[in-house]
Each structure stands twice: as structure tokens, then as C-alpha cells.
């Protein structure tokens, strides 16, 4: 299963090559998915390719072959019963407009485990996917992380939990948020300023409040909603 922007760029890929027989150019992708830069597209190439949907040619320039798309590309994917879902609200200014053909669900990859408690190693990895409503992503890009650990009990965060996340580098004070700390551990927690510094707030009091100078700290997006399975 495709997440929302892969499928986007094959989509874009695919119409590029129907209309002049060239793969679009990185810059092109980059533009046309509305990404800052050109890693992100070459991760989305990478995982299109990895899933066997495009080739590389080898030794020619801009060169992608479509080699198959979604049976039920414009198709909403079933929400699983099985989840309980609880989606923050989007402030209004940052509601997309949608008409009733954007209902659905949306498939986002899950990055791996973040840690609410102790940080653990940065995430990196794509594990799998998961189905959510489409309502819940609002606009930008997400994507999902499995939490390990209780220091977010108070905030209703659950180890075991799935959280989705809003990719971005900014935060309000208050707002839960990834923080990438030495570039190295990740970890969820409450994001406050402190001067200079920045602190990590946990919402359960068995855990201290980690506060480190702001060149530390790296936020990569901020809890945007949650999904609980119950066995």
C-alpha cells in the first residue's frame, strides 16, 4: 500500500510520460509535490521503486518506467475496525478546502517506534503502513509512529499507541511534538522554550523534565491525532 505522496508522484511520474515520453526531472517532482527539497523526492522514488512500481534505467538520464499502478488508485482504502481513532482539531486558517469526493482514508508509512519515556534511536526506517481518516491529516505531510514507553500516560498517550504526526520544524510551547535530541535519540514529548533552551516535558510526574540548549533540539512535526488498537 501506497502512502498519499507516493502515490501523488506516480501519479505525476505517470502523466509526465504519457505526455512527452521523458520521466519528469527531480526539480520537476520537487515542484509539483510542493517539497522543500529534493531528498524528500528521492525517498519517495526510492520506496516506489522498492514496492515494484517503478524501474531506474540504468545509464540514461531522468529515466523511470512505470511498471505498474494501483488497481484502486482513486479508491477511499477500509478503515480497520478493530482501531480507536482520536484526531486532534486543525485550527480553521489551516483547514483545506474539500468537496465531498476528498472522504476517505489515507495510508501513511509508520517510521518505526518513538519513544515516550527514556528517547531511543532515531527513527529511520519505514516498518509498514497504516489506514486513517482522511480528515484527520489535515494539510502538509504526516506520517506514523508506534509509541514504547508511559511518560505521556497524563496525556492520554499510551505505550502501544500509534501517533500521527505532522511533519514540520516549528512548535508552540504546549503542543506535544518529535524531538530529535543530538541527532541521535527521538522522543515525544511537550515542547517548551526556556530562554535559551528548550525544554522536553513529560505528562507523567515519574519522569523529569529534560532541558537542553536549543542547537540541540531538532523538532520533526508535532501530534496531530492517535490510534489505539484493542485486542
Same mark, same amino acid.
Do not use: C
Given at each position: 500500500?501506497? %502512502?498519499?505522496? =507516493? =502515490?501523488?508522484?506516480?501519479? /505525476? ?12 526531472? /527531480? ?7 510542493? +517539497? ?9 522514488? %526510492?520506496?516506489? &521503486? @522498492?514496492?515494484? /512500481? ?34 486532534? =482539531? ?10 465531498? %469526493?476528498?472522504?476517505? $482514508? ?7 517506534? !518513538? *519513544? *515516550?519515556?527514556?528517547?531511543?534511536? *532515531? ?10 481518516? +482522511? ?9 506514523? +509512529? &508506534? ?5 505521556? !500516560?497524563?496525556?492520554? !498517550? ?13 512548535? $508552540?510551547?504546549? @503542543? ?7 541527532? @541521535?535519540?527521538? %522522543?515525544?514529548?511537550?515542547?517548551? #522554550?526556556?530562554? $535559551? ?5 513529560? *505528562?507523567?510526574?515519574?519522569? @523529569? ?16 491525532? +492517535?490510534? #489505539?488498537?484493542?485486542?
Amino acid at each position: 500500500m501506497l %502512502t498519499r505522496k =507516493q =502515490q501523488e508522484l506516480l501519479l /505525476f511520474i505517470h502523466e509526465k510520460v504519457k505526455e512527452s515520453g521523458v520521466s519528469p526531472s /527531480f526539480d520537476e517532482m520537487k515542484i509539483a509535490l510542493d +517539497l522543500a527539497s529534493k531528498s524528500g523526492i528521492h525517498r519517495l522514488v %526510492t520506496a516506489l &521503486e @522498492e514496492r515494484g /512500481f517503478i524501474r531506474r534505467l540504468p545509464n540514461r538520464a531522468r529515466a523511470l518506467e512505470i511498471i505498474k499502478l494501483p488497481e484502486a488508485y482513486t479508491r477511499p482504502a477500509p478503515t480497520a475496525p478493530s482501531l480507536s481513532v482520536v484526531a486532534s =482539531q486543525p485550527d480553521k486558517k489551516d483547514t483545506p478546502k474539500t468537496d465531498s %469526493t476528498s472522504a476517505g $482514508s489515507v495510508s501513511l508509512p509508520v517510521m518505526g517506534r !518513538i *519513544a *515516550a519515556g527514556v528517547p531511543i534511536s *532515531a527513527i529511520q526506517n519505514i516498518t509498514h503502513d497504516i489506514v486513517v481518516p +482522511l480528515e484527520m491529516v489535515g494539510p502538509g505531510e504526516h506520517y506514523a +509512529l &508506534e509509541v514504547k514507553g508511559d511518560s505521556m !500516560i497524563d496525556a492520554g !498517550i499510551l505505550d502501544g499507541d500509534t501517533v500521527i504526526i505532522r511533519n514540520g520544524s516549528n512548535a $508552540s510551547p504546549g @503542543e506535544i511534538v518529535v524531538a530529535l535530541v543530538d541527532e @541521535e535519540e527521538a %522522543t515525544l514529548k511537550r515542547f517548551r #522554550r526556556k530562554g $535559551s533552551e528548550i525544554a522536553l516535558e513529560a *505528562a507523567n510526574p515519574a519522569y @523529569e523534565t529534560r532541558v537542553l540548549d536549543a542547537n540541540r533540539v531538532k523538532v520533526q512535526g508535532k501530534l496531530v491525532g +492517535l490510534v #489505539r488498537r484493542y485486542h
